[in-house]
């Protein structure tokens, strides 16, 4: 699995855009990106995934760059409830199994 | 709904006493596992199983066991708790496929005195 980076930290302010950025220089052309993100201690919950397009869903939007090296998740009108840990995750499709590897992922901050 | 529950919630024991963490999952998934979250370290994977009697061990499997005797079951023993043992457990289930999306439950807390 291509390993990600993602920045340790971000603040957003409540009703603005959050854009959460990762890095996936080495994704393979068979390797989908996740977002999960855990809220305090709860468990994590799925927020979307993508393959070579841009995403939408009722709860985010995926940007991949067109040399799928990058990403940006983008939560369009941040509030409180969305303060957590977010995770990027890269992996080749069909080959979980069920397991999932978590980085350290971003504490977003959103604050009023 | 759709949903994985975890019992118990909360759970304080002392070291040795065998304790069994239970998991369901009510949407028919053939993969379910086990992650362990502490401070720092993040959520590392214990166990996973594929299907019914099929069970492999993850990144931190020492000092647990596994059975997956029902497809909607997965419970994390621990036979002999120790304090490293103290943690945050997390129970997982997914269906196989190109795109495979996990479905957490609400989390175990354990302290091991």
């Known amino acids: 699995d291509a390993k990600t980076t993602q920045p340790t930290s971000m603040d957003c302010a409540e009703g603005r855009a959050a854009n959460l950025p990762c890095n996936h220089s080495t994704i393979s052309g068979n390797e989908y990106v996740y977002w999960y993100r855990q809220i305090h201690s709860q468990g994590p919950q799925y927020i979307i995934h993508g393959l070579k397009n841009n995403e939408t869903n009722e709860m985010a939007s995926l940007i991949i760059t067109e040399d799928r090296k990058s990403s940006t998740l983008i939560l369009p009108h941040a509030t409180l409830r969305d303060t957590a840990v977010y995770y990027c995750i890269v992996r080749a499709g069909g080959t979980s199994y069920g397991k999932l590897t978590f980085g350290q992922g971003t504490i977003l901050t959103v604050h009023p | 709904e759709a949903q994985v529950t975890q019992n118990p919630r909360y759970l304080i024991t002392v070291t040795g006493k065998k304790l069994t963490v239970t998991c369901s999952q009510n949407?028919?998934?053939?993969?379910m596992s086990w992650y362990r979250q502490d401070p720092g370290l993040g959520l590392r994977q214990i166990y996973y199983?594929?299907?019914?009697?099929?069970?492999d061990k993850g990144d931190v499997p020492e000092g647990y066991k596994v059975s997956r005797k029902e497809k909607r079951n997965f419970p994390l023993i621990l036979e002999s708790p120790s304090p490293n043992q103290t943690s945050l457990y997390f129970c997982?289930?997914?269906?196989?496929?190109?795109?495979?999306?996990?479905?957490f439950g609400p989390g175990t807390r354990l302290l091991v005195l």
């Open positions: 949407m028919n998934h053939e993969y």
């Open positions: 997982a289930s997914s269906r196989p496929g190109v795109v495979e999306t996990q479905y």
């Open positions: 199983s594929m299907n019914v009697e099929v069970t």
